[in-house]
């Protein structure tokens, strides 16, 4: 399986629960405190010498975790909230999609949340059109995965600085608040780049988080 079991809701006291399988392992932050390259190393038995096992790492939660993501729109489901708490990584280097609370099966591309003043998601990873217009699809998902992957690679060096973004300057920008964003994700990549430039992997895979976040 690609993403948590998910069961029936249940409602007590006029609240609403969902109940999901236990998964005892941790989430993509686990990834930031591998520091020791032994580690790593059990993810990759068949590691090519002089390889470095963090890019492999990293290569490999990408390609797992955009397959979880896929997956669960194929089924007609939006998560509506995907970042890097909601990956939980198996000590084999299983990769699996978790917390639907948000979630909604539209059986189709799009979905408009009527409510703009309270609209799910968690800040950083939600994208512009959102904010705009309460449009939620699978490029807003493509969006979120995109911001994670971003923030996997910046684990890996702590000269790595993201900029967060401001939800008081989503509100004073008016007219230029696609720009802010815009601007604020081409600052992240520069930075990445910036840090990891002789690194052909990470390269490699902030080229297509550029595409997902079309900074």
Known sequence: DLTVRTHNPIVRDEHY??????VPEDTIDYFGRI???????????N?????????????????????SVTNTHKKGVLNRDIKPGNFLVYPNGRVILIDFGYAKHTGRELY??????????TLDFMAPEIFLHGVYSESSEA?????TTLRAIALMDSRVYLEATDKRKIWDCGNKFEEYIKDKNRANIRTVEKVFSKNKIVRKITDIVSRCIDA
């Open 112 to 121: 408009c949340e009527e409510d703009i003043e309270n609209l799910p998601g």
């Open 143 to 147: 969006y979120a995965f995109g911001q």
């Open 47 to 67: 590691l090519i010498i002089n390889s470095d096992p963090t890019d492999l790492f990293l290569l490999d939660f990408v390609k797992k975790a955009a397959l």
């Open 35 to 45: 520091s020791a390259h032994n580690q790593i190393r059990s993810f990759f038995p």
């Open 17 to 22: 629960y969902i109940v999901q399988d236990f």
